[in-house]
């Protein structure tokens, strides 16, 4: 039986939608110009129904709000309505959107399940719908227990139309479990132990999978259950190798009181998970701040000499006092080696974890002791700078572990196998504090790795991983100049500091600070690396303006412009411009007023980056200036500009003596 809606209806997607908007009530299943078939499908009027379908009415019609006569009936979970129109040809593939922000649509079985229709759903399920292990999820994830106490007593000992029963009764109990549905996890129990009777191992895997935490959270009272009922705690998942309690770890919802659940129900405390480690290792990375859960896994027999993959211990790891304390109560090796010849000294003086490096010293560890490898000793690794995508605890302790190992006599003079010495790595980190404090020490600021490279080349090198100002690298440069150190010595390929601090200027913190300090405090630009080129050849003077004082303006165009007649001093000239700090902040700019600044260039009208960077421009131009403060205010605070501040410029040539682009 076919029918149709009428055309004003049915037809316009406008006058739905404009519908919608001006509905004045909340959104719901029903709106006032709805069809009548609709509405008493939602009210489960079955006279009403069956004589509409009578008269030919269009069975699959959308609503207003988008929804069938079925699945209308499914909202007001009325069994026969459902029967009805079913038996009339509804359509229960067709998608109804239950949550639009949420979920994706659903057909009419999987709908009825998520919205806890029991007496629709069991229509459906009786009319020969076919149930797919989907459906049983969707009331798992709600606990929607009597739905599914419907789909399982029709379904029997039969599968689901798309996968084996267990294969649904898993997926809908790992569904429970990620929710926390007690309810719902007892009752896929249950029926998980009927299919499998009598098969213990495949019954404790079943339940096991349920306890795979690489989902968000657990509720302990879920894990608890299915611990009860024989999940094996020490399962791994086939495919990704993990235990409960390494997928825990990796949970960012992880409880203590979960890992000591598994810890009270046997958890293998020797086996090594797929990287390599026991779960020692896992409390000692993950609990930063709880000694008691290291106490409990030590006193309950795991290994504190266990050694991992890279063969470091957990006292190699250990980011806190208590940690380091009570893994030496329990036998700890002071001196385990790594594969690169680290012991805990080094590596808790590599990570500044002062608490620790205080302990150890006081438990014997030698304060000179070099890793196998580069021959670094633990104040190499101490002074060495971090990436900046390192995450320290306590950044703040660089500092004190250092000074701590010069105070207790480390050498500050050794040298790693390539030459490098601790005044190579504190050049590097940009800490004056530290630079000095090596120096006065007797630090040599002359000494040169195996390839040349001293101190002063490394402060001037911007491409190390990491990233301190350049105000930090200006302060260590004077003061190494200021112990002597050779502003012009050159490494095995003749490179200067100088050549070193042009080299950088591809990356954007560089600042030609760098480069006018070194030439103010008598580098020589003419020097010659093995290549032949000077400091000055390696300027790109395309993009930078220079004089015997050193770099003052960077100029970059950003949209380029073709003319006959090209900006020179003395022209009068019309430019748009936006001028901002070097953080971003905006403080002058002629857009807003709507009205180009009008002036002479060339002529000392302006400051001397304007009246350099705007000469050889066409109209229609524009470039970015970034000015140094030389060529820009100086010293001198001027409005919103602090002083010594570099200025960045986006400048629009408008016209050149009144003529414009267009002109030219």
């Known amino acids: 039986m076919t029918g149709t809606l009428p055309e ?67 909202r007001g979970d009325h069994a026969e309505t459902v029967r009805i129109l079913l ?15 949420m979920m994706a649509p659903f057909d009419a079985i999987n709908g009825a399940a998520w919205l806890g229709a029991r007496h629709a759903l069991g229509a459906l399920i ?43 009764l898993s997926a809908a109990l790992n569904r429970a479990a ?31 999978c349920a306890l795979d935490p690489s989902r968000p959270g657990r509720q302990l009272l879920v894990m608890q259950m299915l611990i009860t009922a024989g999940a094996d705690v020490n399962w791994e998942h086939p495919e990704l190798g993990l235990t409960a309690f390494w997928a825990n770890l990796d949970s960012p919802f992880v409880r203590k009181d979960t890992i000591r659940l598994l810890l009270d ?51 190699h790891l250990a980011a806190h006092l208590s940690f380091a304390e009570l893994l030496f109560k329990h036998g700890a090796d002071l001196f385990a080696k790594d594969l690169d010849g680290k012991t805990p000294f080094h590596t808790a003086c590599e990570d500044w974890r002062l608490d620790v490096v205080e302990f150890l010293l006081s438990k014997g560890a030698i304060i000179d002791e070099t890793a196998t490898e580069k021959q670094w000793t633990p104040l190499l690794f101490a002074t060495c700078a971090k990436r900046i ?40 980190t940009g800490n004056a504090d530290l630079v000095r404090s090596v120096v006065e020490h007797g630090a040599d600021v002359g000494a040169a790795m195996s390839d040349g ?46 050549h070193a601090a042009w080299s950088c200027a591809q990356y954007s913190r560089f600042s030609p600070d760098l480069f006018n300090l070194l030439l103010e405090k008598g580098a020589d630009r003419s020097a010659t690396n093995k290549d032949g080129r000077t400091p000055i050849d390696l300027v790109d003077i395309s993009k930078w303006m220079w004089d015997e004082d050193g770099l003052h303006l960077k100029t970059e165009v950003m949209t380029p412009a073709e003319c006959s007649r090209k900006t020179k001093a003395g022209d009068k000239i019309n430019v748009h411009y936006r001028g901002t700090l070097t953080d ?62 570099v200025l960045i410029f986006e400048s629009e040539l408008v016209s050149i003596d009144g003529v414009k682009k267009d002109e030219l």
């Open 453 to 498: 490279e001293t101190a002063l080349h490394s402060v001037c090198d911007l491409s190390s991983t990491s990233d301190p100002k350049i105000a930090q690298r200006l302060a260590v440069i004077h003061i190494l100049l200021e112990h002597g150190a050779n502003v012009n010595a050159q490494d095995q390929i003749g490179s200067t500091p100088l």
């Open 265 to 315: 129900n046997g958890l293998h405390l020797g086996k090594v998970s797929v990287c390599g480690r026991t779960p020692l290792f896992g409390i000692i990375i993950n609990f930063h701040d709880d000694s008691s859960l290291v106490e409990a896994f030590l006193e309950a027999g795991a290994k504190a000499t266990v050694k991992d993959a890279n063969l470091d211990t957990p006292l």
């Open 584 to 645: 971003g902040t905006e403080f002058d700019a002629s857009y807003n007023r709507g009205q180009p600044l009008s002036f002479t260039v060339g002529q000392g009208q302006v400051i001397k980056g304007w009246d350099q960077g705007l000469l050889d421009m066409c109209p229609g131009e524009k470039r970015k200036l970034t000015i140094q403060p030389d060529w820009a205010y100086g010293s001198r605070a001027t409005g919103p500009i602090p002083a010594n501040s």
């Open 389 to 428: 995508d390192t995450w320290i605890p306590h950044p703040h302790r660089h500092e004190q572990v250092v000074k701590l190992l010069l105070a207790r006599g480390a050498n500050v003079q050794v040298t790693a196998s390539d030459g490098r010495t601790v005044l190579h790595n504190t050049a590097h």
């Open 178 to 208: 990620l929710c926390w549905h007690v309810e719902a996890v007892e009752l896929v129990m249950v029926h998980v132990k009927k299919t499998l009777a009598g098969s213990v191992s495949e019954n404790q895997s079943y339940l096991s």
């Open 8 to 74: 004003d209806i049915e037809s316009s997607d406008d006058l739905k939608q404009d519908l919608r908007e001006n509905h004045s009530v909340e959104p719901g299943p029903l709106h006032d110009d709805d069809l009548p078939v609709h509405k008493a499908a939602y009210q489960g009027d079955n006279a009403q129904v069956t004589s509409l379908i009578a008269s030919g009415v269009n069975i699959n019609a959308r609503s207003i709000f988008e929804c069938t006569p079925l699945q209308l009936a499914i």
């Open 126 to 168: 009786n009319f020969g719908v076919v149930t797919p292990a989907s459906a049983l999820c969707w009331a798992a994830s709600l606990n929607r227990v009597d739905c599914m106490h419907t789909i399982l007593e029709k379904l029997g000992q039969d599968d689901f139309s798309d996968s084996s029963r267990l294969e649904g």
């Open 87 to 101: 038996s009339a040809g509804a359509d229960a593939a067709l998608l109804d959107s239950i949550e639009p922000c």
